[in-house]
C-alpha cells in the first residue's frame, strides 16, 4: 500500500510546486532605452533614466542622432556618464532624418533577441508604427517625449510622460500620466493629485563643517542625478530636518541608475563626490562624529540646478490599485 502511495504523493507534491510563484516573478524585467538624440535634449538623461528604471532594469541604453552635428554637443558631454551607447546615424539625405529608421530596426532585433520591455524617448509620431507592433507582440513600452506630443504616438504607448511630468525637486506631487499601466500586472495606476508647491525654510548651514577639508580633484558633478536621489533618500530617512546619511544617498544614487560609478565622473569615492558639489553650493554637509555623513540639499542651489542642464524629476513610484 505504501508502494502504490508514494507516486500519487510524489505528483501531488508537484502540482503544489507547480502552483507557486517563482521567486524570479517579482524581478523587474531587462528595460531597452532607446533616445533620439535629436528630438529631445541631454538635460533631461537623468529623469528619464530614472523613470525608466521604475518599470524595468535598464540594462541598454542607446542615443541615436549624428554625432558630428553640433546638435548632439549637449549629449556627447553626457552619455559616457550615464552609461549610453552612442549610435552614430549619418544624415545621408540632407532634411530627411535616418535616426527613426536605426531607432527602429534596433528594437525590432532586441524584440527578436528575447526583450519584451522598451522605453523610447522621442515625440516623433513617426514612431507610432513600431510602438504599435511592439505591443501587439505583448511588448510593454514606455514613451517620453516634450511638448508638443503626438497624439498618435501617445496613444500607441502602453504609458507615455511628457517632460512638463517630470516635475522639479520643489513640486512634492506629480501630474497624472495618461492611461498609466504597469507591464507586469497590466494594473492601472492611480493618478496623482495636481503639484502642489511646498514652502521650503531656508537652509541652516552646519556648524560642523570643516573648514581646511581636502578639495577632491576635479571632476563632473552628476547634479540632477543627485537631487534625484536625494529627494528619495529623504523619504525613507529617519531625521525629520531634511539630513540624509551619505550610505542612503549612495543607495539611490545605485537604485535609480544601475550603472553608476564615481569613477565614472572622475571621483576615487562618494565623499570627494559630495565635497566637490558642498564646494560649488549643491549642498551642505554634516559630520560632527567623524565617521557617518550626512548631506542636506540646498533648496536654492536645487531650484538653478534643476532649471539648468541637469533634469528636474520627482521620483514617485506608481502606485498600483490592488
Keep these: 500500500m505504501l508502494t502504490l502511495m508514494r507516486p500519487l504523493a510524489t505528483w501531488l507534491a508537484s502540482l503544489s510546486r507547480r502552483g507557486r510563484p517563482s521567486l524570479c516573478a517579482h524581478q523587474p524585467p531587462p528595460m531597452a532605452l532607446l533616445i533620439d538624440g535629436e528630438n529631445i535634449g541631454a ?12 518599470f524595468g532594469v535598464v ?24 552609461g549610453f551607447q552612442q549610435v552614430q546615424v549619418p544624415r545621408a539625405v540632407p532634411g530627411k532624418n535616418a535616426v527613426d529608421l536605426a531607432l527602429a530596426v534596433d528594437a525590432m532585433d532586441l524584440f527578436f533577441g528575447g ?4 522605453c523610447l524617448a522621442s515625440s516623433d509620431s513617426d514612431y507610432a508604427p513600431l510602438v504599435r507592433r ?5 511588448c510593454f513600452v514606455l514613451g517620453i517625449g516634450r511638448p508638443p506630443i503626438s497624439q498618435m504616438l501617445q496613444a500607441a504607448c502602453q504609458v ?3 517632460t512638463d511630468q517630470l516635475h522639479p525637486l520643489l513640486l512634492q506631487r506629480e501630474a497624472p500620466a495618461t492611461g498609466l499601466i504597469h507591464p507586469a500586472g497590466a494594473k492601472e495606476v492611480k493618478e496623482c493629485p495636481a503639484p502642489v508647491k511646498e514652502a521650503l525654510a531656508p537652509p ?10 581636502a578639495q577632491p580633484k576635479q571632476g563632473t558633478i552628476p547634479a540632477g542625478l543627485l537631487c534625484l536621489a536625494y529627494q528619495e533618500a529623504s523619504k525613507v530617512s529617519k531625521r525629520q530636518d531634511g539630513w540624509v546619511s551619505e550610505s542612503q544617498l549612495g543607495q539611490h544614487l545605485h537604485k535609480l541608475d ?21 564646494a560649488e553650493g549643491l549642498l551642505e554637509i ?14 536654492a542651489a536645487s531650484s538653478q540646478t534643476l532649471a539648468s542642464a541637469s533634469s528636474p524629476s520627482e521620483l514617485e513610484e506608481p502606485a498600483l490599485e490592488s
Excluded at 207 to 213: D, K, W
Excluded at 286 to 299: I, P
Design 160 to 162: 507615455f510622460l511628457t
Design 204 to 213: 541652516m548651514v552646519s556648524q560642523s563643517m570643516t573648514t581646511g577639508s
Design 115 to 118: 526583450l519584451r520591455c522598451f
Design 134 to 138: 511592439l505591443r501587439a507582440a505583448g
Design 258 to 278: 544601475t550603472l553608476f560609478k564615481v569613477k565614472t565622473y572622475g571621483f576615487r569615492r562618494l565623499r570627494e563626490l559630495l565635497e566637490r558639489a558642498r
Design 286 to 299: 554634516q559630520h560632527s562624529d567623524g565617521k557617518q555623513w550626512y548631506v542636506r540639499l540646498l533648496a
Design 43 to 54: 538635460e533631461w538623461a537623468a529623469a528619464i533614466v530614472a523613470k525608466a528604471s521604475l
Design 59 to 82: 540594462t541598454i541604453r542607446r542615443i541615436y542622432g549624428d554625432w558630428a552635428s553640433a546638435q548632439m554637443a549637449s549629449w556627447r558631454t553626457i552619455a559616457e556618464c550615464y
